[in-house]
Protein backbone atom coordinates (compact mmCIF):
# COMPACT_ATOMS: atom_id res chain seq x y z
CA UNK A 1 0.00 0.00 0.00
CA UNK A 2 2.92 2.21 0.92
CA UNK A 3 4.98 1.91 -2.75
CA UNK A 4 1.37 2.07 -4.08
CA UNK A 5 0.63 5.35 -2.59
CA UNK A 6 4.14 6.96 -3.29
CA UNK A 7 3.98 6.11 -7.03
CA UNK A 8 0.99 8.16 -7.04
CA UNK A 9 2.72 11.76 -6.87
CA UNK A 10 5.19 10.28 -9.41
CA UNK A 11 2.68 10.29 -11.93
CA UNK A 12 1.06 13.10 -11.30
CA UNK A 13 4.24 14.67 -11.83
CA UNK A 14 4.89 13.08 -14.84
CA UNK A 15 1.69 14.11 -16.30
CA UNK A 16 2.15 17.45 -15.21
CA UNK A 17 5.58 17.61 -16.58
CA UNK A 18 3.75 16.24 -20.22
CA UNK A 19 1.37 18.94 -20.12
CA UNK A 20 2.89 22.02 -19.24
CA UNK A 21 6.32 21.12 -21.88
CA UNK A 22 6.49 24.01 -24.90
CA UNK A 23 6.20 23.11 -27.91
CA UNK A 24 5.02 25.01 -31.15
CA UNK A 25 4.51 28.84 -30.53
CA UNK A 26 5.95 28.46 -26.41
CA UNK A 27 2.42 26.97 -25.73
CA UNK A 28 2.02 23.79 -23.77
CA UNK A 29 -0.41 21.07 -24.36
CA UNK A 30 -2.93 22.73 -22.20
CA UNK A 31 -3.11 25.76 -23.77
CA UNK A 32 -3.16 24.12 -27.23
CA UNK A 33 -5.92 22.64 -26.24
CA UNK A 34 -8.00 24.98 -25.06
CA UNK A 35 -7.04 26.78 -28.59
CA UNK A 36 -7.96 23.98 -30.33
CA UNK A 37 -11.57 23.67 -28.06
CA UNK A 38 -12.21 27.60 -29.30
CA UNK A 39 -11.34 26.60 -32.80
CA UNK A 40 -14.10 24.30 -33.29
CA UNK A 41 -16.47 26.77 -31.49
CA UNK A 42 -16.00 29.44 -33.64
CA UNK A 43 -15.83 27.11 -37.02
CA UNK A 44 -19.30 25.91 -36.24
CA UNK A 45 -20.58 29.15 -35.49
CA UNK A 46 -19.56 30.29 -39.10
CA UNK A 47 -21.25 26.75 -40.35
CA UNK A 48 -24.28 27.00 -38.82
CA UNK A 49 -24.69 30.43 -39.23
CA UNK A 50 -24.44 29.66 -43.29
CA UNK A 51 -27.02 27.07 -43.45
CA UNK A 52 -30.12 29.20 -43.96
CA UNK A 53 -28.48 31.87 -46.31
CA UNK A 54 -27.58 28.30 -48.65
CA UNK A 55 -31.37 26.84 -47.90
CA UNK A 56 -33.59 29.56 -48.42
CA UNK A 57 -34.51 29.37 -51.84
CA UNK A 58 -36.72 26.14 -51.16
CA UNK A 59 -37.02 26.50 -47.67
CA UNK A 60 -39.42 29.52 -47.55
CA UNK A 61 -41.03 29.28 -50.24
CA UNK A 62 -42.30 25.59 -48.31
CA UNK A 63 -43.17 26.91 -45.10
CA UNK A 64 -45.05 29.51 -46.92
CA UNK A 65 -46.83 28.14 -49.06
CA UNK A 66 -45.44 29.65 -52.31
CA UNK A 67 -44.45 27.62 -55.42
CA UNK A 68 -40.68 27.41 -56.32
CA UNK A 69 -39.05 29.80 -59.16
CA UNK A 70 -42.13 31.90 -59.12
CA UNK A 71 -41.14 35.90 -58.36
CA UNK A 72 -43.63 35.91 -55.45
CA UNK A 73 -41.26 32.94 -53.94
CA UNK A 74 -38.32 34.99 -54.86
CA UNK A 75 -39.21 37.63 -53.08
CA UNK A 76 -40.25 36.41 -50.16
CA UNK A 77 -36.85 34.75 -50.08
CA UNK A 78 -34.93 37.71 -50.03
CA UNK A 79 -37.28 39.52 -47.37
CA UNK A 80 -36.89 36.33 -45.19
CA UNK A 81 -33.50 36.07 -45.26
CA UNK A 82 -33.09 39.83 -44.48
CA UNK A 83 -35.08 39.61 -41.15
CA UNK A 84 -33.89 36.45 -40.52
CA UNK A 85 -30.00 37.58 -40.70
CA UNK A 86 -30.60 40.68 -38.77
CA UNK A 87 -32.01 38.85 -36.08
CA UNK A 88 -28.97 36.24 -36.44
CA UNK A 89 -26.64 39.02 -35.79
CA UNK A 90 -28.89 40.63 -32.92
CA UNK A 91 -28.86 37.36 -31.23
CA UNK A 92 -25.22 37.04 -31.38
CA UNK A 93 -24.41 40.70 -29.86
CA UNK A 94 -27.48 39.47 -27.41
CA UNK A 95 -25.77 36.01 -26.28
CA UNK A 96 -22.18 37.73 -25.69
CA UNK A 97 -23.79 40.05 -23.19
CA UNK A 98 -26.07 37.47 -21.75
CA UNK A 99 -23.49 34.12 -21.01
CA UNK A 100 -20.98 36.17 -21.02
CA UNK A 101 -22.20 37.32 -17.27
CA UNK A 102 -23.00 33.27 -16.86
CA UNK A 103 -19.40 32.66 -18.00
CA UNK A 104 -18.39 33.90 -14.89
CA UNK A 105 -20.44 32.68 -12.49
CA UNK A 106 -20.64 28.85 -14.44
CA UNK A 107 -17.15 28.88 -15.88
CA UNK A 108 -15.85 29.54 -19.87
CA UNK A 109 -15.17 25.62 -20.50
CA UNK A 110 -18.84 24.55 -19.44
CA UNK A 111 -20.17 27.84 -20.59
CA UNK A 112 -18.48 27.03 -23.71
CA UNK A 113 -19.47 23.99 -24.46
CA UNK A 114 -23.37 24.65 -23.24
CA UNK A 115 -23.42 27.45 -26.02
CA UNK A 116 -21.96 24.97 -28.72
CA UNK A 117 -25.03 22.80 -27.54
CA UNK A 118 -27.61 25.12 -27.41
CA UNK A 119 -26.87 26.86 -31.07
CA UNK A 120 -26.42 22.93 -32.79
CA UNK A 121 -29.82 22.05 -31.33
CA UNK A 122 -31.84 25.27 -32.34
CA UNK A 123 -30.36 25.08 -35.94
CA UNK A 124 -31.60 21.11 -35.42
CA UNK A 125 -34.62 22.07 -34.45
CA UNK A 126 -35.19 24.42 -37.80
CA UNK A 127 -35.43 20.90 -39.35
CA UNK A 128 -38.94 20.22 -37.64
CA UNK A 129 -40.35 23.88 -38.05
CA UNK A 130 -43.92 24.01 -39.03
CA UNK A 131 -44.02 27.32 -40.00
CA UNK A 132 -42.01 30.39 -40.58
CA UNK A 133 -42.34 31.71 -37.34
CA UNK A 134 -41.45 28.47 -35.43
CA UNK A 135 -38.40 29.16 -37.76
CA UNK A 136 -37.44 32.54 -36.79
CA UNK A 137 -37.88 31.26 -32.97
CA UNK A 138 -35.61 28.51 -33.43
CA UNK A 139 -32.85 30.21 -35.54
CA UNK A 140 -33.02 33.15 -32.59
CA UNK A 141 -32.21 30.34 -30.20
CA UNK A 142 -29.14 29.43 -32.07
CA UNK A 143 -28.21 33.14 -32.67
CA UNK A 144 -28.18 33.47 -28.91
CA UNK A 145 -25.52 30.72 -28.53
CA UNK A 146 -23.53 31.64 -31.23
CA UNK A 147 -22.87 34.52 -29.53
CA UNK A 148 -22.21 33.49 -26.13
CA UNK A 149 -19.35 30.68 -27.51
CA UNK A 150 -17.66 33.76 -29.72
CA UNK A 151 -17.28 35.37 -26.29
CA UNK A 152 -16.45 32.79 -23.72
CA UNK A 153 -13.60 31.33 -26.96
CA UNK A 154 -12.17 34.64 -27.27
CA UNK A 155 -11.74 34.79 -23.44
CA UNK A 156 -10.37 31.23 -23.20
CA UNK A 157 -7.74 31.58 -25.53
CA UNK A 158 -7.01 35.42 -24.76
CA UNK A 159 -6.21 34.30 -20.88
CA UNK A 160 -4.48 30.79 -21.62
CA UNK A 161 -2.18 32.00 -24.11
CA UNK A 162 0.76 33.52 -23.32
CA UNK A 163 0.90 36.74 -23.66
CA UNK A 164 3.68 37.51 -26.15
CA UNK A 165 1.71 34.86 -28.38
CA UNK A 166 -2.03 36.17 -28.18
CA UNK A 167 -1.72 37.43 -31.76
CA UNK A 168 -0.93 34.67 -32.93
CA UNK A 169 -3.83 32.70 -31.61
CA UNK A 170 -5.95 34.96 -32.30
CA UNK A 171 -5.01 34.40 -36.20
CA UNK A 172 -4.99 30.58 -35.53
CA UNK A 173 -8.30 31.20 -34.29
CA UNK A 174 -9.78 33.19 -37.07
CA UNK A 175 -8.35 30.28 -39.38
CA UNK A 176 -12.08 28.61 -37.84
CA UNK A 177 -13.89 31.00 -40.14
CA UNK A 178 -13.09 29.67 -43.72
CA UNK A 179 -13.05 25.71 -42.36
CA UNK A 180 -16.52 26.35 -41.19
CA UNK A 181 -17.18 28.03 -44.34
CA UNK A 182 -15.71 24.85 -46.49
CA UNK A 183 -17.76 22.14 -44.51
CA UNK A 184 -21.42 24.42 -44.74
CA UNK A 185 -20.20 24.46 -48.20
CA UNK A 186 -19.74 20.94 -48.84
CA UNK A 187 -22.78 19.37 -46.77
CA UNK A 188 -25.38 21.94 -48.18
CA UNK A 189 -23.55 20.80 -52.21
CA UNK A 190 -23.97 16.91 -50.88
CA UNK A 191 -27.27 17.03 -49.67
CA UNK A 192 -28.93 19.00 -51.84
CA UNK A 193 -26.92 18.78 -54.58
CA UNK A 194 -26.62 14.81 -54.69
CA UNK A 195 -28.64 12.71 -52.19
CA UNK A 196 -31.79 14.41 -52.06
CA UNK A 197 -31.41 16.60 -54.96
CA UNK A 198 -34.96 15.30 -56.34
CA UNK A 199 -36.51 16.45 -53.15
CA UNK A 200 -35.85 19.82 -52.85
CA UNK A 201 -39.03 20.38 -50.70
CA UNK A 202 -37.22 18.29 -47.91
CA UNK A 203 -33.63 18.27 -48.58
CA UNK A 204 -33.25 21.32 -47.00
CA UNK A 205 -35.01 19.90 -43.34
CA UNK A 206 -31.92 17.74 -43.99
CA UNK A 207 -29.17 20.35 -44.12
CA UNK A 208 -30.50 21.88 -40.90
CA UNK A 209 -30.46 18.21 -39.57
CA UNK A 210 -26.54 18.28 -40.18
CA UNK A 211 -25.81 21.31 -37.34
CA UNK A 212 -26.28 18.33 -34.53
CA UNK A 213 -22.76 17.90 -35.56
CA UNK A 214 -21.27 20.57 -33.12
CA UNK A 215 -23.07 19.29 -30.41
CA UNK A 216 -21.56 16.18 -31.21
CA UNK A 217 -18.28 17.33 -31.14
CA UNK A 218 -19.06 19.55 -27.86
CA UNK A 219 -19.83 15.78 -26.21
CA UNK A 220 -16.43 14.33 -27.79
CA UNK A 221 -14.29 17.71 -26.54
CA UNK A 222 -16.10 17.20 -23.06
CA UNK A 223 -15.27 13.84 -22.62
CA UNK A 224 -11.88 13.89 -23.75
CA UNK A 225 -10.67 16.56 -20.88
CA UNK A 226 -10.75 14.60 -17.61
CA UNK A 227 -11.12 17.02 -14.77
CA UNK A 228 -7.68 15.01 -13.21
CA UNK A 229 -5.96 17.17 -16.40
CA UNK A 230 -7.43 20.19 -16.25
CA UNK A 231 -7.01 20.04 -12.06
CA UNK A 232 -3.19 19.34 -12.52
CA UNK A 233 -2.87 21.91 -15.34
CA UNK A 234 -4.39 24.57 -13.00
CA UNK A 235 -2.63 24.22 -10.51
CA UNK A 236 0.91 23.81 -12.16
CA UNK A 237 1.30 27.76 -12.52
CA UNK A 238 -0.62 31.25 -12.48
CA UNK A 239 0.18 31.67 -16.22
CA UNK A 240 -1.61 28.71 -17.28
CA UNK A 241 -5.22 29.46 -15.70
CA UNK A 242 -5.31 33.58 -14.01
CA UNK A 243 -6.75 34.11 -10.58
CA UNK A 244 -10.57 34.34 -9.97
CA UNK A 245 -10.56 37.11 -9.80
CA UNK A 246 -8.69 37.81 -13.52
CA UNK A 247 -10.81 35.63 -14.93
CA UNK A 248 -14.22 37.64 -13.99
CA UNK A 249 -12.93 40.68 -15.09
CA UNK A 250 -11.67 39.05 -18.43
CA UNK A 251 -15.14 38.13 -19.06
CA UNK A 252 -16.61 41.24 -18.20
CA UNK A 253 -14.54 43.07 -20.40
CA UNK A 254 -15.02 40.59 -23.13
CA UNK A 255 -18.97 40.63 -22.76
CA UNK A 256 -19.03 44.62 -22.58
CA UNK A 257 -17.09 45.08 -25.77
CA UNK A 258 -17.59 43.41 -28.92
CA UNK A 259 -14.73 44.27 -30.80
CA UNK A 260 -13.11 41.45 -28.17
CA UNK A 261 -15.38 39.09 -29.88
CA UNK A 262 -13.69 39.80 -33.36
CA UNK A 263 -10.55 40.81 -31.86
CA UNK A 264 -9.80 38.46 -29.47
CA UNK A 265 -5.70 39.03 -29.32
CA UNK A 266 -5.97 43.25 -28.57
CA UNK A 267 -6.74 41.64 -25.09
CA UNK A 268 -3.42 42.75 -22.86
CA UNK A 269 -4.13 42.62 -19.36
CA UNK A 270 -6.82 43.69 -17.91
CA UNK A 271 -5.61 46.75 -16.39
CA UNK A 272 -5.12 47.86 -20.01
CA UNK A 273 -8.19 49.75 -21.72
CA UNK A 274 -9.58 48.40 -24.87
CA UNK A 275 -10.12 50.58 -27.48
CA UNK A 276 -13.62 51.74 -27.66
Known amino acids: MTRLTSALPTRESDLHRTLTRKTVLDMDR ?38 FGTPAAAAATLRWTGILTSLLLVGWATGGIVFGRIADRLGRTRTLLLTMGMYSLGTAACALAPNMWALV ?13 WVCGAAMVAEIVPEKRRVDAGALLYSAAPAGLFLATFLVYEIQGVY ?40 SSRRVCAAPGRASASTSDAMSRPSVALMPWVIETKNRPLPD
Open 30 to 67: YQWMVLFAAWLGWGFDIFDSLLFNYVAPTCVPVLLGIP
Open 137 to 149: LFRVVASLGIGGE
Open 196 to 235: FRAMPEVAWRYVFLSGLIPAFVALVVRLASPRRLRSICRS
